[in-house]
Nanobody, 119 residues
């Protein structure tokens, strides 16, 4: 089991930047995939960015070129650098850790951090 704690959310003007952090309670080196998701009011949770244990990344089309996911294995922390923020980026952002092996999949979620972008 792993606990995830997000931080770094807040209120920012359009065009600004924020960096979200996700601190894990155990080594992230052993986690197959770390990711950031977001959920806006009245909408379903959606993928923002993924980072595999091998270093591959994947981004939602809406954030490509603006957001960057990265990790610090020594700190057991995953980051989401968000630049050129838009009002439509407003949402609660959740950190996810996924373990998988064959048919076994287990997801862990953080409590979320609010990001609000004003126009």
């Amino acid at each position: 089991q792993v606990q995830l704690v997000e931080s770094g959310g807040g209120l920012v003007q359009a065009g600004g930047s924020l960096r979200l952090s996700c601190a894990a309670s155990k080594t992230i080196f052993s986690i197959n995939v770390m990711g950031w998701y977001r959920q806006a009011p009245g909408k379903q949770r959606e993928l923002v960015a993924l980072l595999t244990s091998g270093g591959s990344t994947n981004y939602a089309d809406s954030v490509k070129g603006r957001f960057t996911i990265s990790r610090d294995n020594a700190e057991n922390t995953v980051y989401l650098q968000m630049n050129s923020l838009k009002p439509e980026d407003t949402a609660v952002y959740y950190c996810n850790a996924r373990y998988y092996s064959g048919d076994y999949i287990r997801d862990y979620w953080g409590q979320g951090t609010q990001v609000t972008v004003s126009s």
